[in-house]
């Protein structure tokens, strides 16, 4: 019979028993998703530093989601995945504030609109209100000016 400080029956950290290698594979699951939540975290956080709205939107929620699902049993979460909760909900903030800024200055009057305006007027040959106003009203054309959008199979190099 076995006297040790840790009584004959509990599993001890050194013995290769059933319930010891299980929450190592458990363990060892939940650092690795941490750790790829980590990544995609800090991922996100550089798609929004280059200005990409989609990945960071996507990396970020991937994040988040690795993060909460590589909790323990007892509800505790490893550091990295704190990162990643903060590094994806952070990416994903920053991201909704600036799409909602850009529609803001898109949508107002002011000299940023201006200047949209005079340059869409000088590329496409149409302010950027009334494309808009094409596209609300459902007559959007997509061949605006010299710069054909969509579909160009069937134009001849002269027409472009």
Do not use: C
């Not at 001890?12 to 929450?23: H, K």
């Not at 650092?31 to 200005?51: C, D, F, K, P």
């Not at 909760?85 to 200055?105: E, Q």
């Amino acid at each position: 019979m076995d006297n040790s400080s840790n009584g004959p029956y509990v599993p001890r950290p050194d013995s290769d028993s059933g319930a010891n290698r299980a929450y190592r594979e458990y363990n060892n699951s939940a650092n690795s998703m941490a750790r790829a939540a980590s990544t995609l975290g800090v991922m996100a956080l550089i798609s929004v530093i280059t200005m990409l709205i989609y990945p960071a939107l996507v990396l970020g929620s991937i994040a988040i989601i690795l993060a909460i699902l590589s909790r323990d049993r007892t509800g505790f979460m490893h550091d990295k995945a704190k990162v990643a909760v903060t590094t994806g909900a952070l990416a994903i903030g920053i991201n909704l504030a600036m799409l909602g800024l850009t529609a803001g200055v898109l949508l107002t009057q002011g000299p940023v609109k201006q200047y949209v305006n005079d340059v869409f007027e000088e590329v496409y040959g149409y302010t950027f209100d009334e494309m808009w106003e094409d596209a609300r009203d459902g007559r959007l054309d997509l061949n605006y000016g010299n710069l054909p959008i969509g579909n160009t199979d069937t134009l001849s190099p002269t027409d472009i």
